[in-house]
């Protein structure tokens, strides 16, 4: 009996005193659950709400939009690209630009020297004097026939040799401008050239302003018109590719507005629109291409980038919280519902998407819950440090 005494003495006593712990290591701040377990309330005083700036949001349905995350992978617009060559047979003879350069529309890329260049130009040049020679002939001989000095029969002629040299002047105009030379560029060339060493030289010149991303010629190197000298990239604005199930094809148009997120900036968005959905679903994967074009100024995507395309697909009423209201432990998602002024209750939620810093609740919270969006941090740790002393 006297021992039985004893053992329930002892366990008072132990009780008193853990009770007595934890009210003066947490009466001030939190009152917890059941001792070893997680406590699911926690309280704080005024003053500490104050101080951590606590803040609350209640929770109503608001109009979400419901988004389709696609991966997909930059690439360079083609239509901001460009492959360079010469467009006539002959030796590099020297070579301005190399890998990594910026060029601009018009700046030379290489010079390039040979017989067909220099007959080009000579070509023209005599066509140009043919019609200047006959030009004057058929003046004079308009003036002639005029004064009743010369013949029908001469003015005539004259008249047809001009024609006939005009003709062959703009097939030879045409010819020059298929490897880019103008008239004004071949006269200055002729007239600055005194022993016409330069007149058989062709300059190949950047036909849009961009990146030389490739180079395959030397000084010395022969080419023809099938070689391809550099590749010019233009970045300022370019394309993200991805597949879409068939299943999605048409919650998908084109010039939707979409984001783009990287892995690389995570914590940047690249807002651009679909300009192109495929027209073939593949055989083996169901899926579709879709292409999204961006303005990309700030040099940031590059080319075989991956990332994801976030499309807007359709809009409902939903419960959404800020993303900050959000804790996280043991890959769970929760958060803490105001009770009363100082009492707030860990609440399981199941979240959805994510749109502009606010999350999809898809269950655990009811209209009306007032949910803490600024303190939450503090709040778990408080929790934490509860239960750590009743385990204790």
């Known amino acids: 009996m006297r021992t039985a005494i004893n053992t329930i003495l002892a366990s008072v006593i132990i009780v008193t005193v853990f009770a007595g712990c934890t009210k003066k290591e947490y009466g001030e701040k939190t009152e917890s659950a059941a001792a070893g377990t997680l406590t699911d309330i926690v309280k704080l005083l005024p003053q500490s709400i104050k101080e951590i700036n606590l803040r609350t949001e209640t929770v109503m349905p608001r109009t979400f939009t419901k988004e389709l995350a696609v991966p997909a992978k930059i690439l360079a617009n083609q239509d901001h690209e460009a492959l360079v060559g010469s467009l006539v047979q002959g030796r590099v003879c020297r070579v301005f630009a190399k890998a990594g350069d ?9 010079l390039v020297e ?13 066509a140009s004097a043919n019609v200047d020679y006959h030009k004057a002939n058929f003046e004079r001989q308009k003036k ?22 005009i003709a062959e002047y703009s097939a030879q105009v045409n010819r020059i401008k298929t490897i880019h030379l103008s008239e004004n560029e071949i006269i200055s060339q002729k007239s600055q050239s005194s022993d016409n060493r330069d007149f058989g030289t062709l300059s190949i010149k950047s036909p849009i302003s961009g990146v030389v991303v490739e180079r395959n010629v030397v000084i010395g190197q022969s080419i023809d018109v099938s070689a391809n000298a550099f590749k010019i990239v233009n970045l300022v604005n370019v394309w993200a ?23 690389e900036f995570p914590d940047d968005s690249f807002t651009g629109r679909i300009s192109y ?5 593949d055989e083996k994967t169901r899926t579709i291409t879709i292409r999204a074009e961006f303005s990309n100024e700030s040099g940031k995507l590059k080319p075989q980038m991956f990332g994801e ?8 009423d939903a419960f959404v919280v800020p993303a900050g209201a959000l804790v996280k432990m043991d890959n769970a998602d929760f958060v803490f519902v105001r009770k009363d002024n100082e009492t707030f209750e860990r609440t399981p939620i199941i979240i ?18 007032v949910v803490v969006v600024n303190g939450s941090s503090y709040l778990k740790a408080e929790m934490l440090k509860a239960t750590l002393g009743e385990g204790e």
């Open 277 to 281: 959905i495929g027209p073939i679903i």
């Open 352 to 369: 959805g998407q994510s749109q502009n810093e606010f999350v999809e609740i898809r269950s655990g919270l009811e209209s009306g819950d």
């Open 102 to 110: 910026y060029v601009k529309a018009g700046q030379d890329l290489m």
């Open 144 to 165: 002639l026939l005029e004064e009743n000095i010369g013949s029908q029969k001469t003015y005539l002629e004259a008249q047809n040799e001009l024609e006939k040299s």
């Open 241 to 263: 590719d991805g597949q879409i199930y068939e299943k999605d094809i048409d919650k998908v148009k084109e010039n939707t507005k979409v984001v783009f997120i990287s892995q």
């Open 114 to 126: 040979g017989l067909e260049i220099g007959e080009i130009k000579a070509q023209f040049l005599t």
């Open 309 to 316: 395309l976030k499309i807007p697909v359709s809009k409902a």
